[in-house]
């Protein structure tokens, strides 16, 4: 299962990690935490029940649920972009509802684990992915395994800091990355922004729907407005990549969601930028690509973890 703030994605998968069914719903939280959990529960069993596996036969469930999380205790703290869910107990919750054992790791991490496995980190041994969706996540393979840190949370590069004193996170501070490239962020901002006689309004059909899709489009059809705009994007997801390769020195850094949507458009402004702003041993031979599993990866995710801890041999 992957859990995000906008949908919740359901796969079964066998040991090779093969897809047998897959379901997604928007995730309509109610802010009510143990409603929400109770309706994944009853979800869950009614996917299992009407894929026709037999009975008896999962092995465990894994989970990817937005950070931060507290990895002792399986739950999950205070997400941004789950408002409620303040200090909920996902893995216990949903093990005893299922009768299953239960792996719960922070979306983003599992994401990294999912394109490292199955995607665009195929082949490498050190990878940042970043997620740059409704917000931004993080997740470390490092030296081949994935990275979490003590408590779970590594990688949380949405909220490092790209503008001192800058734009009010979710989080509750100034300036973070997730802020100026995160979907929910950026949105705000071009619908405020937005000039009437922008083709981004044309293509949205009104400035309550304008969003970064439509911007992408636009700035592919020389609106300047979205020109701007997408390369205002492009220079603080520089910023934030250029943070992680100086920390990490990965080989391959993993752009997902809104940048492998503007495809070229952002990779060739970024790879630029990041270039000159980090030192040239840790530039000279890194890659940054987009994500390679597409609308796949909520599946992947929490197969990817279930196969890490459960699969038998």
């Not at 981004?200 to 400035?207: D, F, P, S």
């Amino acid at each position: 299962m992957d859990l995000g703030a906008s949908k919740v994605a359901f796969a079964l998968a066998d040991r090779a990690g093969g897809i047998r069914a897959r379901h997604r719903r928007p995730t309509e939280a109610s802010g009510d935490p143990q409603r929400d959990v109770a309706r994944l529960v009853t979800d869950l069993r009614t996917f299992v029940a009407e894929s026709g596996l037999a009975a008896g036969s999962l092995e465990g469930v894994g989970v990817a649920a937005p950070g931060p999380l507290d990895r002792a205790r399986g739950a999950v703290v205070g997400p941004p972009n789950l408002p409620g869910w303040d200090d909920v107990p996902l893995r216990d919750a949903l093990a005893e509802g299922l009768g299953l054992p239960v792996q719960l790791e922070n979306d983003a991490s599992a994401a990294a684990l999912a394109e490292w496995r199955f995607g665009a980190g195929q082949g490498y041994q050190d990878l940042v992915y970043l997620s740059l969706s409704t917000g931004i996540g993080g997740g470390l393979v490092l030296g081949g395994r994935l990275f979490t840190g003590v408590s779970g949370n590594a990688g949380e590069l949405g909220h490092v800091c790209v503008e001192w004193g800058g734009e009010p996170c979710a989080c509750g501070r100034r300036g973070c990355f997730e802020a100026y490239a995160g979907g929910a962020a950026w949105t705000r901002r071009i619908r405020a922004e937005v000039p009437a006689a922008s083709r981004v309004l044309l293509l949205a059909g009104g400035r309550d729907a304008a969003g970064p899709e439509h911007v992408i489009e636009a700035a592919r059809a020389g609106d300047p407005f979205a020109l701007a705009e997408l390369d205002r994007f492009n220079e603080y997801v520089a910023r934030g990549v250029a943070v992680a390769v100086q920390a990490l020195a990965p080989q391959v850094v993993v752009l997902g969601t809104i940048a492998t949507a503007a495809g070229q458009a952002c990779l060739g402004p970024v790879r630029e930028r990041v270039a000159q702003r980090v030192l040239p041993a840790l530039a000279r031979d890194l890659e940054i690509v987009t994500a390679g599993l597409g609308e796949d990866l909520p599946y992947h995710t929490g197969i990817c973890l279930a196969l890490q801890a459960f699969a038998s041999p």
